[in-house]
C-alpha cells in the first residue's frame, strides 16, 4: 500500500495524496491547486530516523548501524548529502557515497530523505567546501551589525547562489539517472535549519541595500490576495502600518527585530526557491525546508532566525514556491504546541528531526494520529538509547500494523492522537468522538499489582516514569481501536446515558485483519468501569461499548 505524491503546478504547499490498493489509486488529501503531476510512490507512513550529521559520511562506518535501524521497524532513514564530499573540487563531482548509501537503503528494504547541507547546516556554512569556505571574497560571508564576518554565507551574494545550485542540479540529476526507477530517495531537504544568528539580519553592504530598498513587489501581491489568512503574526505587523502596498521593510512592517526577521526569511527563502526549482527541473521529487525553533522568551538572533517557522509560513510560502511544505525539528517538551502550529499553517505535517528520548514512540503516534503527519524521525538514531530504542520499535509495529485502517481515516475526525499536552498536564483530557466523549488519563508509572503486596505497603523504590499516549481509530458508532501505552479511557455519551463496555480485546493486525490475543473484560477493565493500556507495554486494544439507561 503507498502513498502518490503529486505536485501542483500553482502555489506552495501544494500537495494531493492518492492511496494505491490492489491497483487502484484513490484520492485522498488535496492540497493542490492546478495540473497535477505523478512523480513518486513512497510509503504512505514514513517511519523514519535521521543519522547523526557526520555517521554517513564514511559508508563502512555506516555499515555497523543497518541491521540495529532495519530491526527498529523503520521503513526510512533520514541522511544527509554533503556538498563539501559531493564537490571537493570545484566543478569536479564524486557521487561514490551517495550510491553506496542507496545500494546499502535497498539492500535493507529501506527508502531515503537525503538532507542537502548545502550553503547552510543550522545556520552555519560548515558544509560548504573548502573551495568556498576559503574565498570569501568570491564567497561573501553574512555579517553583524559591526561589520564582522558571520561562518554564514550570505544570500545575497549571487555567486554563493550559482555555486550551491549548480551543485544540488548535478546531485538532483545524479539521483534520476540511478534512482528514477527504483524510488529509493523519497523527498530531498533543500538546506538544514536556516537562520541568522547572533543578530536577526545580515549587515554586509549587499543587505543594506535590499533592506532599505521597497519591499518586494511579488510579497505585497502576496500579501494583498492572502489578507483574510495571514498568519496572525505577520498580519498584525502589516496592520501595524495601516497595511501599507509600498515603502521599504520599515515603512510596511515597522522598526523592529521583527521586521529584520521578515526581511532575512524572505531572501533566504529566495535562495532556496532558486536551488529548489534548478533541482526539480531535473528531477521533481518532493522537497521541503526544516527550521530550528525557538526556546520560549527568545528574541529573532537569539534563536536561528527567519527560518521556515510557522509565524513566518507566509514569507516561505510566497518566495519558494517550489517546496512543498515546511518542516518542525522538534526538540522541546510542548510536542502538541508546535505541531498543531505546523498543522494550522495550513502545512503537511512532517517532522524530519525529534528527541530520540522514550517520548519519541508516543509523540509518533500521537503525530500520526491526530495531525495526519507524513513522516515522523527521531535524530541520531542509531545512538539512541537500548530502552528508547525498544519502544520506538514497538510503537513502529504498531503503526505498522495499523496502516490499511489508518489509510481508510486519514483526515477523517474519526482518527485521534493522544498525548498529555505538557509534561505538567494533569488533568484528564475530554475528546468528543461521534456520539461519545473519551476521558483520557495519561498513566506516566505502574503501581504494584495486589498480588505483589501492594495491600501491605511494602516498601518500594520508586516508580520509572514512562511514556504515556497513542492515538483512538473509531472503527464503527460503538467499536474503537485503541493503540498506545499508559492510556486510561473511560466513555461517556452525549445524550445522556450510560455507557458500559461490552467487550474489550488486545489483538493485532495481520494484513489489515483483527486477531484476537486476549479477551479483557475483568480486572483489565476494572471489572467494565474502563479501558487500560497499560505503562511501559506497547499494544492495541478493540473495544466495543453500549449505552443503557
Known sequence: MFLKKYLAGAGALSLAFSITVSGESIPYLDYSQGTKLMVNEIPFFIRGGETGNSTVSDRAYMGQYWDKLQA???????????????????????FSLIDGLIEDARAHDMHLVFLWFGSWKNSMSCYAPGWVKTDSERFPRARDAQGNALEILSPFSERNLEADRKAFTAFMEHLKETDHEANTVLMVQVENEIGMIPCARDHSKSAD???????????????????????????????????????????????????????MAWYFAEYVEKIASS???????????????????????????????????????????NLDFIAPDIYF??????????????????IPEALRSSYA????????????????????????????GQRLAESYALLEQLEPLMIQHWGKPSMIGLLKESPEHKREERIRLGDFQLNVTYEESEPPA???????????????????????IQTAPNEFIFAGTGLIITFDALNGETVGILSA???????????????????????????RLVPGKFSLQKVKIYTYK
Do not use: C
Not at 495486589?450 to 483512538?472: T, Y
Not at 495481520?510 to 480486572?523: A, F, I, K, P, Q
Open 279 to 321: 533541482g526539480k527541473a531535473a528531477y521533481p521529487l518532493p522537497m521541503y525546508a526544516n527550521a530550528a525553533l525557538i526556546r520560549p522568551g527568545y528574541r529573532p538572533g537569539q534563536y536561528p532566525a527567519a527560518g521556515p517557522l510557522p509565524h513566518l509560513a507566509d514569507i516561505w510560502r510566497a518566495a519558494a514556491p
Open 361 to 388: 514512540s508516543v509523540n509518533a503516534l500521537y503525530a500520526f494520529g491526530e495531525h495526519n503527519a507524513l513522516g515522523f524521525s527521531p535524530f541520531g538514531i542509531e545512538s539512541i538509547e537500548d530502552k528508547a
Open 450 to 472: 495486589l498480588a505483589d503486596g501492594v495491600i501491605f505497603h511494602e516498601q518500594r523504590s520508586a516508580p520509572e516514569v514512562k511514556p504515556a499516549g497513542g492515538l483512538v
Open 72 to 94: 527498529m521497524n523503520l521503513n526510512t532513514l533520514v541522511i544527509p548529502a554533503y556538498w563539501e564530499l559531493l564537490e571537493p573540487e570545484e566543478g569536479q563531482f564524486d
Open 505 to 531: 480485546e488486545e489483538g493485532r493486525f495481520e494484513h489489515g485483519t483483527w486477531v484476537t490475543e486476549v479477551r479483557m473484560n475483568g480486572d483489565q477493565t476494572h471489572q467494565g468501569r474502563h479501558i
Open 209 to 263: 541595500k535590499a533592506f532599505y530598498s521597497p519591499v518586494p513587489e511579488s510579497l505585497l501581491q502576496y500579501l494583498a490576495q492572502h489578507k483574510e489568512s495571514l498568519m496572525p503574526h505577520l498580519y498584525q505587523l502589516w496592520q501595524s502600518q495601516g497595511f501599507r502596498h509600498e515603502g521599504t521593510w520599515i515603512d510596511v512592517f515597522g522598526d523592529s527585530d521583527t521586521t529584520e526577521e521578515l526581511f
Open 333 to 350: 517538551p510542548n510536542f502538541t504546541e508546535w505541531t498543531r502550529a505546523y498543522a494550522e499553517s495550513g502545512n503537511p505535517l512532517f
